[in-house]
């Protein structure tokens, strides 16, 4: 064992194509997320679109409270970090006074769906030209894994430690097929990043969003990408990718929800 | 450009505020209906929008602060206004805007509480505008007019001020102030010569390599201290220099009569009765509720016997005149609360009655 | 000299109006003023009343608790307002709205059929204008011409083709002043 994988890649790079690479619109730092977490695959696969569409100076993104509260450490473009909730009325804010530049707010379930989704419902109903990034993982990550509105049936959560009960929670929120029936949204999809095929498609959906604002079409794309927390599920990353497939996506299925072209 | 004619026009307080954002270069407007300020959010949808600015109605008070938040993390000019529970809603987005040190105006427009209350004009916001009001180490510029002139007059003062300092500042009127008509004038002002540059900090797109992150998490409690040392250093440059007041007839007073926004105007006519009848009565009306004249009150206990501080709720300002004055000269205490307005032979009436007995009523 | 004036009456009457005509035309001649009405679900079909004060000096409290006018529109108003006249000041109401006239002795009081006049215009509208031409014949605080310059920042510009009707109100207003049915 006295070469390194990497020591053989070194050998060998000058004689071969750069086929993968880290864009340069992510800031090279190790970031805070568990091993296997999607919110990482997430931030990349946002700043590749940054980074190929060229609109990294005119880009400016809204952070969330949650998981991805640092996103700003990792996406480099100019970003605010917004209050609980509360990521679209800020983008609304800056897309108002700023409508040249290109705004998307970046959110997780707990807040898009429970404590902002009055904000949530307003910003889409008035259509605003942005881009909305929505990652549900049905829980609450940051805060120790606590029941989301999206938590599915049954799970067990550090507040349904005997399994979310419809009958006293109330049900799992599938807020994309709520929020697709507003003239105000433009584009809506839901997609995952368990796997590589999802990822794939994951990075289109978004491409397209980010294009849909660039053309000024009227109205917001809502990317859904439902993702896993290891860590708050305790399961290894793999365990949590198969579970994904096997529960979340019943009852949160992939696909776009509303295209335009559809409505037209 | 062509210089415009200062004409003498009746208005409202709530229209005042309003016409002279807009000539002070406000560039977004976000806000919720809420009696009694709604005039104010009626006439920029009516003007903004075609003088250069943007007019939105938010869906509550808690999303137009937090769009406030993000366009003045642009740098831009921007405002909301509301009243007092509108204000309880807008506190969370308030602490964040000075954390994050951006420049805005905002305006309460204040009714009777607590609860839903009543719609009528109270000064019962006073603890929470002037002492921070959401969570954490923070306070807001706080003016307080008296008349619709003034409105108008602290609306481009409060621009400036946020500007210069980096920090929200909050002109906390009244319902009556609002909904009231006097004649104002608006003075000329240069919006470019007095547009500050905010792009070293603000976000407008990544440009020259850095990144701009307007943020108020420091998770780390040394960094969340360092910020906290920043705000107060800010803070006290703020009192060093930016304490305004107005005294009136103080020089020969025995009784001062402490009293701001609108209970000063009405604490006045007071003062002109009690005049009427040879008692030698005087008027402090603190201009800035945050930073707040106890020197200068305090200055005040050396020519004064006693002290009676007016306002319209049940005892919030007097503590701070209880803080400045000490034990130097008893300190009494006059307000109705609710919506009900102190009328001037109210306060008269307590005026002879300190005459004849000065020394302190009981508090505790 | 200073005027503090009570309007009061049924929303809809043009109570809020005629103040701030009043106050406008106080403005015209340099005085200062100020207007505070009444606010709120008084607004919608209930009572509403504003107050006027006019001074040639600086105006200290916009609120005041007695007035030395007060023109009462309807009943209502008439039981809250007609306490709190100044002794030796006036009180000047509308016929047809008030069925209870006041019954004190120390002061003006003015009946005036400002409904029935305004019938006799052709135009029930300038009610409140013919009230108002009484209110300043017995008080010549202010030329009719600052009101009529105030009626066109009052008015709205696609009523000002009205402000001559306006004028004629005010001055058959004046001349019922001058034969007043003093109680």
């Not at chain 1, 993104?61 to 996406?75: D, E, K, R, T």
């Not at chain 2, 105006?105 to 002492?131: C, E, H, M, W």
């Amino acid at each position: 064992m006295s070469k390194s994988i990497q020591s053989v890649q070194c050998e060998h790079l000058d004689k071969m194509d750069i086929v993968w690479d880290r864009p340069d619109t992510l800031i090279d730092v190790p970031m805070h997320y568990c091993p296997g977490c999607g919110h990482s695959v997430v931030h990349r696969l946002i700043m590749e679109v940054v980074q190929e569409l060229n609109i990294q100076d005119i880009t400016i993104g809204v952070a969330p409270v949650g998981c991805s509260v640092f996103s700003y450490n990792y996406m480099d473009v100019d970003m605010q970090e917004a209050a609980h909730g509360r990521a679209t009325a800020v983008a609304t804010g800056i897309k108002r006074v700023l409508p040249d530049k290109i705004i998307y707010s970046y959110q997780g379930d707990g807040d898009l769906a429970a404590i902002g989704t009055a904000e949530t419902i307003h910003t889409i109903n008035r259509g605003e030209n942005i881009v909305m990034i929505f990652v549900n993982n049905g829980i609450y990550g940051m805060t120790g894994g606590q029941m989301a509105p999206t938590t599915l049936k049954g799970s067990v959560t550090s507040t349904t430690p005997t399994g979310r009960d419809l009958s006293i929670h109330g049900h799992p929120l599938n807020i994309a097929e709520m929020i697709a029936i507003l003239p105000g949204a433009y584009y809506v999809t839901r997609q995952a990043v368990n796997s590589a095929k999802t990822v794939r498609k994951t990075k289109k959906a978004l491409l397209r969003g980010f294009k849909n604002q660039i053309d000024g079409k009227g109205g917001v794309s809502f990317i859904e990408v439902v993702s896993n927390c290891p860590s708050g599920w305790k399961m290894t990353p793999l365990q949590s990718n198969k579970w994904l497939d096997d529960n979340m996506l019943g009852t949160y299925p992939l696909g776009d929800i509303k295209v335009p072209e559809k409505i037209a | 450009m062509k210089k415009r004619v200062s004409e003498k026009i009746l208005m409202k307080g709530n229209e005042a505020i309003a016409e002279a954002a807009i000539r002070a270069g406000v560039k977004a407007y976000f806000g919720y209906p809420i009696t009694p300020q709604s005039e104010l959010l009626e006439y920029m949808s009516a003007q903004l929008n075609s003088r250069g600015g943007v007019f939105l109605q938010a869906e509550s008070e808690v999303a137009a602060i937090n769009m406030v938040y993000g366009a003045a993390g642009c740098g831009e000019r921007v405002m909301t206004s509301t009243s007092s529970p509108g204000f309880s809603l807008m506190q969370e987005g308030i602490s964040y805007i000075a954390s994050a040190e951006l420049p805005c105006l905002l305006v309460n427009v204040q009714r009777g509480g607590p609860g839903l209350g009543t719609i009528q004009p109270a000064q019962s916001d006073y603890f929470q505008a002037v002492k921070g009001g959401g969570h954490g180490d923070y306070n807001l510029i706080v003016l307080a007019p008296n008349s619709v002139q003034e409105m108008a007059n602290f609306t481009y003062l409060g621009f400036d001020l946020a500007d210069q300092y980096r920090t929200p500042v909050l002109i906390l009127a009244d319902g009556a102030l609002g909904q009231m008509m006097e004649p104002v004038v608006f003075p000329d002002y240069d919006i470019v010569k007095n547009k500050v540059d905010h792009s070293s900090w603000a976000t407008r797109g990544k440009k020259d390599g850095k990144q701009h992150v307007i943020t108020t998490l420091h998770i780390e409690p040394e960094k969340m201290e360092i910020i906290n040392n920043h705000l107060q250093e800010k803070y006290r440059d703020i009192c060093d220099k930016e304490i305004r007041f107005e005294a009136t007839k103080t020089d020969d007073a025995e009784i001062l009569l402490i009293a701001y926004g609108l209970s000063s105007r009405i604490a006045h006519h007071a003062l002109e009765l009690a005049r009427d009848e040879g008692l030698k009565v005087g008027l402090f009306r603190p201009i800035t509720l945050y930073p707040f004249p106890y020197r200068q009150i305090r200055a005040l206990t050396k020519k004064v016997d006693s002290i009676l501080t007016v306002e319209m709720n049940a005892g919030q300002m007097v503590e701070d005149v209880r803080l400045a004055v000490g034990e130097k000269v008893p300190v009494h205490f006059y307000g109705r609360t609710g919506g009900v307005i102190p009328q001037p032979e109210e306060i008269l009436e307590k005026i002879r009655a300190i005459s004849i007995a000065p020394q302190m009523e009981k508090i505790f | 000299m200073k005027q503090e004036i009570v309007i009061a009456g049924f929303g809809g009457q043009g109570v809020l109006s005629m103040g701030m005509t009043l106050a406008y035309g106080g403005m015209v001649e340099n005085k200062d003023v100020s207007w505070m009405p009444s606010y709120g679900p008084e607004m919608r079909g209930g009572t509403a009343n504003c107050t006027v004060i006019l001074n040639d000096e600086k105006i200290s409290s916009p609120i005041i608790n007695s007035f030395d006018t007060a023109i009462i529109l309807n009943q209502p108003s008439m039981a809250k307002f007609e306490s709190k006249v100044k002794p030796g000041g006036q009180i000047i109401y509308e016929s047809n709205n008030i069925l209870t006239p006041p019954t004190r002795s120390d002061i003006t009081i003015l009946d005036i059929p400002a409904n029935k006049e305004a019938v006799k215009l052709n135009i029930k509208r300038v009610m409140n204008m013919i009230i108002l031409g009484t209110y300043l014949g017995l008080n010549p605080v202010l030329k009719i011409e600052s009101i009529l310059k105030a009626l066109t920042k009052v008015l709205p510009g696609r009523h000002h083709h009205l402000i001559p009707i306006n004028q004629q109100a005010l001055e058959r207003g004046m001349e019922l002043a001058t034969q007043p049915t003093i109680m």
